[in-house]
């Protein structure tokens, strides 16, 4: 089995997420897609009760991004959005996610 990347940075380019990897690589996502992946309480109990993703305005902007210990970010959007916390393992399942699409 293939090592799994390690993240070697997270950041903002171009208003964009940016999470660069131990191999060079980089995967960018837009604030609204990340916003739309909260894992938070409040947007999970939005998607069993609606069973879809929380609304969110594509125009939203990433306005913060606070490291939680060694393990995890938590991103500040312009909604006034704050309560999740982003897991850098949860963040490596999106760029698979995108990979397996992609192909």
């Given at each position: 089995m293939a090592e799994?990347?390690?993240l070697a940075s997270i950041g903002k380019h171009e208003g964009q997420l940016e999470l660069v990897?131990?191999?060079g690589?980089?995967?960018l996502f837009t604030p609204a897609e990340a916003r739309e992946r909260c894992k938070c309480s409040q947007c999970q109990s939005t998607r069993l009760s609606t069973g879809q993703d929380p609304q969110v305005?594509?125009?939203v902007a990433l306005l913060e991004i606070r490291p939680i210990g060694a393990y995890a970010v938590q991103?500040?959007?312009s909604d006034g959005h704050e309560r999740g916390i982003f897991p850098y393992?949860?963040?490596a399942g999106w760029v698979q996610e995108a990979?397996?699409?992609a192909r």
């Open positions: 799994a990347r390690q990897w131990s191999d690589s980089r995967s305005d594509p125009a991103l500040v959007f393992e949860y963040l990979e397996g699409r």
